[in-house]
């Protein structure tokens, strides 16, 4: 018996695995490995696939999983930790981008509604890929990485009303009054079964089922969860998408949250791929041959336009020209969501064919290019900074007066108030050393101000910054800024200042060691090394070498530049003065009832004086003692500590 569709299946994960790696040495995301396989499978490509329905079938379910993760993820206290960043900022970049693309839409022939599902397209960014690329450099700590973040919620949010306007837009629903009307009914009703299924329903059901302590029943409950709520919203005409992120929403509200989606994890990536894969099929290469020169103008135009759209969007939250620049950049592609509003607009007939190979090939060529920009963005920020800018532009709309205090001198330098930075600000408070902080969150800068502090808002990696600072007169620079990129400018920046500044670097990753010491750092602390030197000491002192000996070796691997964890062989010498001695016994304890056998005795009676134990304390209310007499008695109610193995203990606890 022939099975077509398992054949396809076959083609295109054994296709996408060697495209995929292939793409991983270029460093080129996954994602577009899978457009690529579909553009190679499909019927535009090499024909490989015959049954693309059923293909587009499995992408169906690729979407419900994605939505249901996204609602699982999503998180009513985080929104409200970040509201200004998310309502603000998401709401300003989604509508800007929407208008304007809807203007130059419409300027170029365009009906209206088909201009604002257009706006629709473009409005929204890869929350997949520029994670991913903002995780992997470290940036996530950064303000324009929170910012990007922030800006991607409120687009992950939005793809629900966007979903559900499409048909009202395309004029599918009939009378537009009754519509809406139907509608917003239709939404208070499932408004109210979320609240209702949130609270009530789906924490018993959960509840129930864990108590089975049953993965596997675990798992099909939340799968059933989720499609029977994707199936209910398409049963009264909303979108399987809607319910699926509806049902992931409610399940985030109990405590079983985290243990769905690490269940349903590998299959939402398994579906996806289907819906990538799906997408790329339809890419049409002859077409994109014929019409080149468009597909590039209109990609330039969607990275030009959000780039724009997006840094001004994080200038007016307050943000400085650099981060306004890295935000800009960082979310200047089309989303993953934009290929699912694109299947709704050629269903709806709000995007002809000729329009949808456009806004599929421009998409892809946005995303191929992300890894680039994301990369490219710090250096190109450096480059605009070195021109005349409006101080506004440069430092930020929140910026806060900062003067500089001549009478510093001989001080430190504080870059970043985190928690590393905040240890050595509380740390050179305690022991009078003069210092100032350069911190880029104006809210924090504002509480500590507040507090007596001495902390100037602004972005360390400008010279202006540090001059506010008097770095020239400076004696040590602490950087503990999470980005990699910005720590390197920081010191290249202060190093050119000041020749003769001690500068000490917090950095999360080993790579950053080297070139951070050729740009002029004195001391690299890595994160990552000082954890295992932190383990290694606990090891040696468990195998009682001497605490001097110990602190000498750390001292000695801190000042090779942690060669000994670096390499995998070392010289002979270097570390071969240690003694491993026997580990520390293990401390037993006994407490004494009224019918223990050693209750009432002196110390020189009991028999454990001539065992292979040894005891080191008496614990007696409210005291402990140390020291023994042989005429000291044992009373009802002490607790003993015995130093020894657990073999000779035993001898102890059975007359006890």
């Known amino acids: 018996m022939e099975f077509p569709l398992l054949k396809d299946i076959l083609v295109i994960f054994g296709l996408s ?6 793409f991983y040495k270029v460093r080129i995301p996954s994602i577009i490995g899978f457009l690529f396989t579909g553009i190679i499978t499909g019927p535009h490509g090499l024909g490989l696939i015959q049954n693309v329905h059923e293909v587009e079938i499995l992408a169906e379910i690729g979407i419900i999983l994605l939505l249901f993760t996204i609602g699982i993820e999503f998180s009513i206290k985080n929104l409200i930790k970040a509201r200004r960043s998310v309502i603000v900022g998401g709401a300003l970049q989604v509508g800007l981008v929407i208008l304007f693309t809807f203007l130059i839409a419409r300027v170029s022939g365009m009906p209206v509604n088909d201009s604002i599902f257009a706006g629709f397209l473009v409005s929204l960014s890869s929350t997949a890929i520029v994670m991913k690329l903002i995780q992997s450099r470290g940036d996530l700590g950064t303000f324009h990485g929170q910012t990007s973040l922030a800006i ?22 009939g009378d537009t009054g009754q519509s809406y009307f139907l509608v917003a009914a239709k939404g208070i009703g499932v408004i109210a079964l979320m609240i209702l299924g949130a609270k009530y329903i789906v924490p018993y059901i959960l509840h129930q089922i864990a108590r089975t302590q049953s993965n596997e029943l675990f798992l099909l409950t939340i799968i059933v969860i989720g499609f ?5 919203t398409s049963s009264i005409g909303l979108s399987l998408a809607l319910g699926a992120f509806i049902a992931g929403l409610v399940i985030s509200e109990s405590e079983f949250s985290e243990q769905a989606f690490g269940n349903i994890m590998p299959f939402r990536d398994l579906f996806t791929s289907f819906f990538f894969v799906s997408v790329g099929m339809l890419l049409n290469l002859s077409f994109v041959y014929e019409n080149l020169l468009l597909v590039i103008m209109v990609a330039i135009g969607i990275i030009l336009l959000k780039t724009i759209v997006t840094g001004f969007v994080a200038f007016v939250l307050g943000y400085p020209f650099r981060t306004t620049l890295l935000v800009g950049l960082s979310l200047a592609q089309v989303g993953e969501f934009s290929f699912v509003l694109s299947e709704y607009g050629i269903k709806y007939g709000m995007l002809s064919a000729f329009n949808n190979q456009v806004f599929l090939a421009s998409a892809v060529i946005s995303l191929s290019l992300t890894p680039l ?11 605009f900074l070195k021109f005349k800018m409006p101080e506004k532009l440069r430092c930020g709309l929140r910026n806060l007066p900062v003067k500089t205090d001549e009478h510093f001198h001989d ?3 504080i870059a970043g108030y985190g928690i590393v930075g905040r240890n050595v600000a509380r740390a050179a408070k305690i022991a009078n050393i003069p210092h100032v902080i350069i911190e880029l969150n104006p809210d924090t800068v504002k509480e500590e101000i507040a507090k007596g502090e001495t902390i100037y808002y602004g972005d360390a990696t400008q010279e202006i910054i540090l001059e506010h600072a008097n770095i020239k007169q400076a004696q040590v620079l602490v950087i503990t800024v999470p980005s990699s990129a910005d720590t390197r400018r920081i010191t290249k920046t202060a190093r ?12 999360r990753f080993v790579r950053d060691m080297e070139p951070l010491y050729q740009l002029g750092a004195n001391e690299v602390i890595p994160e990552e090394f000082e954890t295992s030197v932190e383990i290694f000491a606990r090891i040696l002192a468990k195998y009682l070498i001497p605490h001097e ?8 691997i801190r000042v090779h530049q942690y060669e000994m964890f670096r390499k995998l062989s070392l010289p002979e010498s270097q570390y071969s003065r240690l003694t491993v001695h026997a580990p520390i016994p293990e401390i037993h304890s006994v407490s004494l009832t009224e019918k223990s056998r050693l209750t009432g005795l002196t110390y020189g009676e009991c028999s454990f004086i001539e065992s292979n134990i040894l005891l080191v304390g008496v614990s007696r209310g409210n005291y402990v003692i140390t020291r023994f007499e042989d005429n000291f008695v044992f009373r009802e109610g002490d607790i003993l500590f015995f130093l020894g193995s657990s073999e000779n203990f035993e001898h102890v606890a059975e007359h006890n």
């Open 373 to 383: 920009i994301i990369h490219s963005a710090p250096r190109l920020a450096d480059y």
């Open 496 to 507: 050119a200042i000041n020749p003769d500044l001690h500068i000490i670097i917090r950095t």
């Open 152 to 173: 991607l919620i409120f687009q992950d949010i939005i793809i629900v009303p966007m979903i559900l306007l499409i048909p009202i837009m395309a004029g599918q629903t």
């Open 411 to 413: 001080h430190v330098i």
């Open 17 to 22: 695995i060697l495209v995929i790696y292939i």
């Open 228 to 232: 029977a709520t994707a199936w209910l």
């Open 549 to 556: 000996e110990i602190e000498k070796l750390v001292h000695e």
